[in-house]
């Protein structure tokens, strides 16, 4: 297992647009798999997108298709969510997973961090 760490959320206006970062402690991220999910209150832990370790191929829920984009940074051991065009229903603990594919499972977590957007 690694130890991920999720930074760059806060506060956004709807239609604006954040970047999440997710990295690594004390190993590199480059060689692992990574997804996004996502939570909000009263709702179940909802998957975003992943990435495969070589940044080739991506998947996305339906409703991110067209807003975000994940990409990685293999020489800095570090992923990115890109999210454009932010709603209020975008609002969620974001999450960043590793693992061996992107078929899952993801063996470790972050522990999220918070997207909040204003309407």
């Known amino acids: 297992q690694v130890q991920l760490v999720e930074s760059g959320g806060g506060l956004v206006q709807t239609g604006g647009s954040l970047r999440l970062s997710c990295a690594a402690s004390?190993?590199?991220?480059?060689?692992?798999?990574v997804g996004w999910y996502r939570q909000s209150p009263g709702n179940e832990r909802e998957f975003v997108g992943s990435?495969?370790?070589?940044?080739?191929?991506?998947k996305y829920a339906d409703s991110m298709k067209g807003r975000f984009t994940i990409s990685r940074d293999n020489a800095n051991g570090t992923v990115y969510l890109h999210m454009n065009s932010l709603k209020p229903e975008d609002t969620a603990l974001y999450f960043c997973?590793?693992?061996?594919?992107?078929?899952?499972?993801?063996?470790?977590w972050g522990r999220g961090i918070q997207v909040t957007v204003s309407s």
């Open positions: 997973a590793a693992g061996g594919s992107t078929r899952g499972p993801f063996n470790s």
């Open positions: 004390g190993r590199t991220l480059s060689y692992y798999a």
């Open positions: 990435i495969n370790w070589n940044g080739v191929s991506t």
